[in-house]
């Protein structure tokens, strides 16, 4: 767990805000059922992707989640952990390259700095994991001006993924 101060912030931190990250096997089942709502909620209910959420590969060993949570009334008042704010997924793909997919931002912490701070925390992962690999990733065409202002290039046309508009993207340390 991580203090959030330490990330560089681009908006006001909501007191209490921490940063996990955590092989699957690692999360308890509460946050797993946490973060695997936040991504249904965003990806299948709010965004009506076609493909399922869940496709195996947090499951893989090089996987790592990460997730940003922000204390709740309901967890505080029950001693329970926050809630999460923001999740995301690094992988490390069988050719030794890097991958992040699975961004989630709770709708109501969108504002709140959540995606980038989290992107960039999976950025380090991969620096730390793979400091010479490529880091890629399939962004949603929508997103790809904001992952170009975080440093990625697109190296591929636009394809649809779930219903949505992707374009492939990459990241150099």
Not at 17 to 37: F, G, I, M, N, S
Not at 57 to 68: K, S
């Amino acid at each position: 767990m991580d203090d959030l101060s330490a990330l560089t912030p681009s908006s006001p931190i909501p007191s209490g805000a921490t940063l996990h990250r955590a092989p699957v096997r690692e999360v308890d089942p509460r946050t797993l059922y946490l973060l695997a709502k936040l991504r249904q909620d965003v990806f299948s209910i709010e965004q009506g992707a076609t493909d399922p959420d869940l496709d195996g590969r947090d499951l893989e060993a090089g996987t790592t989640l990460l997730w940003i949570e922000v204390p709740g009334p309901e967890a505080e008042a029950a001693g329970l952990a926050g809630e999460p704010a923001a999740h995301i997924r690094v992988l490390t793909e069988p050719d030794g390259s890097m991958r992040i997919g699975r961004l989630a931002v709770r709708a109501q912490n969108r504002r709140d700095g959540f995606g980038g701070r989290i992107m960039r925390a999976a950025l380090d992962l991969t620096r730390e994991l793979a400091p010479d690999q490529v880091v890629r990733i399939d962004a949603q065409a929508y997103l790809e001006d904001w992952y170009r202002g975080m440093g990625y290039v697109t190296v591929g046309e636009m394809f649809l993924e779930a219903g949505i508009e992707h374009v492939p993207m990459e990241y150099r340390h």
